[in-house]
């Protein structure tokens, strides 16, 4: 059990903004055995507090640790492509995920997902909806956690693993939200 190679995997979350997905992250990150964890954000300007612990570097001095990368300072295939040679043993966050991986994985990310295990490395993908995450990444995927979300995503039923499941689960978060709990979210198991 004290391997955490063992534990490497993929994992969803998908909810309008402000619901608490950089939130649980965050928290994800810092109770994770895995000693890295590169931000991927798209505009740090929009964030607020999301990730703010963590210092904004530019990504060509990253020597280890936990910290944020501005999406502006270096091309999405180009990080990709660095993380998936150099990092190991930390939490990939891809922030706005909606952005680079959509209607499927793209290359880019898909030598990192494969080989996730071997490098130690577990990746987050974070969306503003079910209908932006990529179909593709369910056969990769251990969990989605779902947030509120204003969007029906019941026509990707054929699509998706358990989506009975998800869809129950989103008409829950939706009776929490408009209760008065916005930030309540479900995870759900996929393998």
């Not at 990368?69 to 995920?97: H, P, S, T």
């Not at 503003?128 to 029906?152: A, C, D, I, R, W």
């Amino acid at each position: 059990m004290n391997n955490p190679t063992k534990f490497a995997s993929s994992h969803l979350y998908a909810g309008t903004q402000g619901t608490g997905k950089s939130t649980l992250v965050e928290k994800v990150i810092e109770v994770s055995p895995l000693p890295n964890a590169l931000i991927y954000l798209e505009d740090i300007d929009c964030y607020g507090t999301a990730f703010s612990k963590y210092p904004l570097i530019n990504f060509w001095d990253y020597k280890g640790g936990k910290v944020r990368i501005n999406a502006n300072d270096i091309e999405y295939n180009v990080f990709m492509a660095q993380v998936g040679k150099y990092f190991r043993n930390g939490n990939l966050v891809i922030d706005e995920g909606g952005m680079y991986e959509r209607i499927q994985l793209s290359e880019h990310i898909i030598p990192v997902v494969k080989r996730q295990r071997k490098t130690n490395v577990e990746v987050h993908l974070l969306y503003h909806g079910v209908s932006e995450l990529p179909l593709s990444s369910f056969k990769f995927v251990k969990t989605v956690t779902l947030f509120h979300q204003q969007e029906e995503f019941s026509r990707k039923k054929n699509s998706v693993p358990r989506m009975e499941e998800l869809i129950a689960a989103q008409r829950r978060i939706s009776q929490k939200y408009f209760a008065g709990n916005r930030f309540y979210n479900e995870t759900i198991q996929l393998s």
